[in-house]
């Protein structure tokens, strides 16, 4: 089984990128007083789902991308089936390390992770965010700032703020304070990742940039300008810290990912 090119592809989908995700999970189930060793498995689970989206979303029928992460996207390295078949796979297994007994200690609370993945990531989610994503590159018009934001808010936004809730969802926890934080810093990751493409590296960011410039898709940069842009990514990240006040200096890893979002080179 270990050899199979969908297993290997799997395994590829899965290296490299900044664990982000499986961060806002660990830091904040430590903060609801879930160890680490429970909480890898939802950790792993949102990585696991990450990896699926972006195998899929660089298939030349979605954003048809050849370069992530520094490297030969899945299906240039094998090819569209197996990429495919790596990213299903990928997430099925997302399901099934979220479920698994040796995470989340509470039945309900694993059912309560899986349920609100499976939201997240679909139709509600990540994936409308995607289907909103294709159908503006073929709109009449740019799309505004409001649709731009929704837009966002599910492909960026839906997977974060799973990631970030997931600790109190461990517990059966209040998860506003953490919602909270999680849609400022959703959107201030995408704000950022807007300017990169502008300012950016394609070398240290391992992907290709300006192609939703040279595609005539709207932005956060093109609508707000480069400097309204920065200004707007800095005030989301300050709301998203000021959300984690009730958690104290308890949360200064949060705080620090936060910065980390709006500094990043890649």
Do not use: C
């Amino acid at each position: 089984m270990g050899d199979q090119p969908v297993i290997e592809a799997m395994r590829y989908g899965l290296r490299g990128g900044k664990g982000l995700r499986a961060y806002l999970v660990l830091e904040s189930a430590a903060l609801h007083d879930v160890t680490a060793p429970r909480a890898i498995w939802p950790a792993a689970a949102i990585e696991a789902m990450h990896a699926y989206s972006l195998i899929h979303d660089d298939l030349p029928a979605m954003d048809d991308d050849d370069l992530r992460r520094g490297q030969p996207t899945v299906h240039v390295k094998w090819d569209e089936a197996t990429a495919i078949l790596a990213g299903d796979a990928l997430q099925s297994l997302a399901f099934e390390l979220a479920l698994d007994p040796r995470g989340a200690e509470a039945a309900q609370a694993r059912a309560d992770l899986a349920l609100t993945l499976a939201q997240a990531a679909g139709a509600r989610g990540m994936v409308l965010g995607q289907a909103l994503d294709i159908a503006a590159e073929t709109a009449a018009a740019p799309l505004n700032l409001q649709q731009i934001t929704a837009l966002q808010n599910g492909k960026t936004g839906a997977l974060i703020a799973w990631s970030a809730t997931a600790g109190p969802r461990m517990v059966g926890g209040d998860t506003a304070a953490m919602q909270a934080y999680a849609e400022a810093l959703g959107l201030a990751f995408q704000i950022a990742d807007d300017i990169l493409d502008v300012e950016g590296d394609e070398k240290t960011a391992g992907k290709r940039l300006q192609k939703d410039a040279s595609a005539g898709k709207a932005t956060f940069v093109s609508l707000l300008g480069l400097d309204g842009a920065k200004a707007r990514a800095k005030e989301l990240t300050e709301a998203a810290m000021d959300a984690l006040s009730p958690y104290g200096t308890g949360a200064d890893g949060l705080r620090d990912a936060a910065r980390f979002v709006i500094s990043r080179q890649s």
